[in-house]
């Protein structure tokens, strides 16, 4: 069953320090601008935490939750001295009898569910947030993935470690809300495991008016990695967003 996750954990490592000094350096940004502070983050679904020890070297509390055991379970072997820090938990229910200051939903984690679903989701991450605490999301542009399907192409990324390639193909589908990635799993240039999800792919502005049906209100949209607003050439999206 492990397999299943792999690419959790072997093939995203080269974005791990680069997505949490990201993320600090979001948090740094807004603290001054809205002159808050953010110590206690929730990352959700969080998978084994890979961000999770740079974060703590920075001084934030982390807490993480992930509806996969083999991810959680490698998380707490991870970072024992935090076990009790991570549960195993779905993100549209899953709550605390505290609230954090910082939601993160991170690497293209949301849209896997039904649009109600979905929103039921963005309603759980409002609950878990204190009053004025940031919400911040990195997904696909909605926008260039639809513009590359409607013209039939297909979108191709491989990333590569010392035992497995995979490649990720969305691909058309009458329903243009939705596309399919298909995961191919090689292991010495041996298909061994092939996958398929369904992903509801949401422009910018359709994520804007669902924050705001939520209880949030958009602060900023930029290109990952940078405070650049973003356009519709940039692949991927953070999405900061305020409790309100």
Not at 57 to 81: F, M, R, W
Not at 159 to 179: A, M, P, Q, V
Not at 180 to 200: Q, T, V
Request: net charge positive; with cysteine.
């Amino acid at each position: 069953m492990e397999d299943l996750y792999r690419w959790h954990i072997d093939t995203v490592e080269y974005r791990t320090e680069k997505d949490a000094l990201y993320i600090n350096r979001l948090l740094n940004k807004f603290s001054k601008q809205l002159n808050d502070t953010y110590k206690n983050l929730l990352d959700i679904p969080c998978g084994y935490g890979r961000h999770h020890k740079i974060l703590r070297s920075l001084g934030y509390n982390v807490y993480g939750v992930d509806i996969s055991n083999e991810l959680i379970n490698k998380a707490i072997q991870t970072y024992p001295e935090y076990k009790s820090n991570y549960f195993v938990g779905d993100m549209r229910s899953s709550s605390f009898d505290f609230s954090f200051d910082v939601v993160i939903n991170w690497f293209s984690s949301f849209g896997y569910m039904s649009d109600k679903e979905n929103e039921i989701t963005l309603d759980n991450f409002n609950r878990n947030l204190r009053n004025r605490g940031l919400l911040l999301m990195e997904i696909y542009n909605g926008d260039l993935t639809l513009q590359k399907l409607s013209k039939g192409k297909i979108i191709n990324e491989s990333y590569h470690d010392k035992i497995k390639e995979i490649t990720i193909n969305y691909l058309n589908k009458r329903d243009n809300r939705f596309s399919l990635m298909e995961e191919l799993f090689y292991d010495s240039e041996k298909l061994i495991e092939k996958n398929k999800i369904k992903i509801r792919v949401y422009r910018p502005k359709e994520i804007k008016t669902l924050l705001t049906r939520h209880g949030f209100r958009l602060l900023s949209i930029y290109k990952t990695y940078t405070f650049k607003n973003y356009s519709i050439k940039d692949r991927r999206l953070t999405f900061v967003a305020i409790k309100i």
